[in-house]
T-cell receptor, first 116, second 111 residues
Framework: ETGVTQTPRHLVMGMTNKKSLKCEQHLGHNAMYWYKQSAKKPLELMFVYNFKEQTENNSVPSRFSPECPNSSHLFLHLHTLQPEDSALYLC???????????????FGPGTRLTVL | SQKIEQNSEALNIQEGKTATLTCNYTNYSPAYLQWYRQDPGRGPVFLLLIRENEKEKRKERLKVTFDTTLKQSLFHITASQPADSATYLCALEDSWGKFQFGAGTQVVVTP
């Protein structure tokens, strides 16, 4: 496989469930990102990892918990979500972070999450 | 606070014409500005990057301009085709690599 893959593509969960989103990149990049995209709103950056270390957390509620075991894999663990958390969750990767022409981001297809 | 504005109204354009999209920003000093294309149900795809010291960049039928005085970027699709129909996002990146996206403008090209 090439590029950035995400699983599952669709997820429906109740507010008491615990689930995880998975992202894998096959591009040899060192930086990975989680974004939330709600209808008619800009992409909201949630978390940034660079060389497996979290470098950015944009005041994301603790019910979202990221995990980056290595530079190729990124998880988003979900628990006790709210209906307003329903959105498209996008994973992206780039060569690195810190400013530069290599910071073009490659996105996965996203996970469409619905919280009932 | 930092703000990126893209026209929220869809741009309807006839095939063969030039589509022009705007991206305005305030309270931001971007080092780079990027444009992405997003199709429904899919992740954004990178199109072009322009640096703060560049005025214009071209790639095939795409042209981007960047005016740091006006705090504005224009994105042009020349000889537009129905396959160009999508939402186009601008993204600003500062010198420290901090990214911020606009909400995007939908383009609809009709035959």
């Amino acid at each position: 496989e090439t590029g950035v893959t995400q699983t599952p593509r669709h997820l429906v969960m109740g507010m008491t469930n615990k689930k995880s989103l998975k992202c894998e990149q096959h591009l040899g990049h060192n930086a990975m990102y989680w974004y939330k995209q709600s209808a008619k709103k800009p992409l909201e950056l949630m978390f940034v990892y660079n060389f497996k270390e979290q470098t950015e957390n944009n005041s994301v509620p603790s019910r979202f918990s990221p995990e980056c075991p290595n530079s190729s894999h990124l998880f988003l663990h979900l628990h006790t979500l709210q209906p307003e958390d329903s959105a498209l969750y996008l994973c992206a990767s780039s060569h690195t972070t810190g400013g530069g022409v290599d910071d073009e981001q490659f996105f996965g297809p996203g996970t469409r999450l619905t919280v009932l | 606070s930092q703000k990126i504005e893209q026209n929220s109204e869809a741009l309807n354009i006839q095939e063969g014409k030039t589509a022009t999209l705007t991206c305005n920003y305030t309270n931001y000093s971007p080092a780079y500005l990027q444009w992405y294309r997003q199709d429904p149900g899919r992740g954004p795809v990178f199109l072009l990057l322009i640096r703060e010291n560049e005025k214009e960049k071209r790639k095939e039928r795409l042209k981007v301009t960047f005016d740091t005085t006006l705090k504005q970027s224009l994105f042009h699709i020349t000889a537009s085709q129905p396959a160009d129909s999508a939402t186009y996002l601008c993204a600003l990146e500062d010198s420290w690599g901090k990214f911020q996206f606009g909400a995007g403008t939908q383009v609809v090209v009709t035959p």
